[in-house]
């Protein structure tokens, strides 16, 4: 199924979309079913409103949202377009991130890369994502807990904590690569006949897309932490200056992971020569054996009438002792060597 098919697809699956109504001492939660619900909480300026939409491709649910809170028809086309850079972008009354959110629940063989939308205005947040399934489990419990942070702090601090979850399941994926070139590692040390180099390469071409997704994030944080928006305030830079340190930390560990599995595929064609240089050198000793006793059997294989040893009835045994002295001889002297 080609992309634009899929896109398609998912566009015919209608959107669901969580509301959370929260202030400092208040919680609702809500399944919006029809999308004039939303003004209604909007309403409220006491409260703040988190809306997470599922399966971003419905482009008429996306614009509908879009009228409610005023947005700019080319932020609809970056969060209907799966393919969008993570990137930020400043507007007078929001500001605008494109991630990826990368998880996996089993194996590498298993990583989901999603597209992922976080749009924050003053009393609002709007996260647009591909799939219903996602890491925001945490955020929602701690969304629950009237002490925690969420509550009391603004919608910057939200949008941070969205990105630093984000950021966070990075680790977990990076951990998950790690461990999963430590066992071919192992494999390939220790001669396992299970492992070949399409394995190498099939987990140096999920690091490398991983890679190829994270690292957009490093200048993305890297501007959101300079902005001077005033929806961005002071005490909030700290968290983003933190969570950018992460996006290198984790980059870098990327890019030690890439060495390594460079370094596994040179291993494994080393392994491969030293193998193929032990099977010549095993049929070369044999072959060296062999060269003697082959001479020596051509030589009386010429049924001369004037060979005298051929009316000798001891010349058959003695053949057959000089052949099992010359075979004993040389395997002994290859042994000296250390040939084999």
Not at 65 to 91: C, G, M, S, T, Y
Not at 247 to 271: D, H, K, V
Request: proline share 3%; hydrophobic share 40%.
């Amino acid at each position: 199924m080609s992309r634009t098919d899929r896109i398609s697809s998912k566009a015919k699956t209608p959107a669901q979309i969580e509301l959370y109504c929260f202030g400092e001492n208040h919680f609702e939660k809500h399944l919006i079913k029809d999308l004039q619900e939303i003004s209604s909480f909007l309403n409220q300026a006491q409260f703040k409103v988190w809306i997470n939409v599922s399966r971003s491709s419905d482009v008429d649910t996306v614009s509908q949202i879009a009228d409610i809170f005023n947005i700019h028809p080319l932020i609809i086309e970056d969060i209907v377009n799966a393919d969008q850079r993570p990137k930020i972008e400043e507007f007078d009354e929001y500001i605008f991130l494109v991630a990826k959110m990368i998880y996996s629940k089993n194996s590498i063989k298993d990583i989901t890369i999603e597209h992922l939308g976080i749009l924050f205005g003053s009393n609002f947040i709007i996260s647009f994502q591909e799939t219903p399934l996602d890491i925001f489990d945490s955020i929602r419990a701690r969304l629950e807990n009237p002490k925690g942070k969420m509550r009391k702090l603004g919608t910057d601090y939200f949008a941070y904590t969205l990105f630093d979850t984000v950021v966070d399941e990075y680790y977990v994926i990076l951990e998950l690569i790690s461990d999963e070139i430590e066992k071919i590692e192992d494999r390939i040390i220790g001669y396992k006949n299970n492992i070949n180099l399409s394995h190498v390469y099939h987990h140096r071409k999920a690091l490398r897309n991983v890679r190829k997704n994270a690292w957009p994030v490093r200048e993305l944080l890297s501007n959101w932490k300079k902005s001077d928006h005033p929806l961005t305030k002071g005490k909030t830079q700290a968290y983003i200056n933190d969570v950018y340190e992460h996006s290198i930390e984790i980059l870098e560990g990327l890019e030690l992971q890439r060495e390594a599995i460079s370094t596994l595929a040179e291993i494994y064609m080393t392994q491969l020569s030293i193998k193929q240089n032990e099977v010549m050198k095993t049929l070369t000793v044999i072959a060296t054996i062999f060269i003697p006793l082959t001479f020596i059997a051509g030589v009386y294989g010429m049924n001369f009438h004037s060979m005298p040893e051929l009316d000798w009835p001891y010349s058959y045994p003695l053949l057959w002792a000089i052949f099992i002295f010359i075979t004993i001889s040389m395997i002994l002297y290859f042994k000296r060597k250390k040939w084999f």
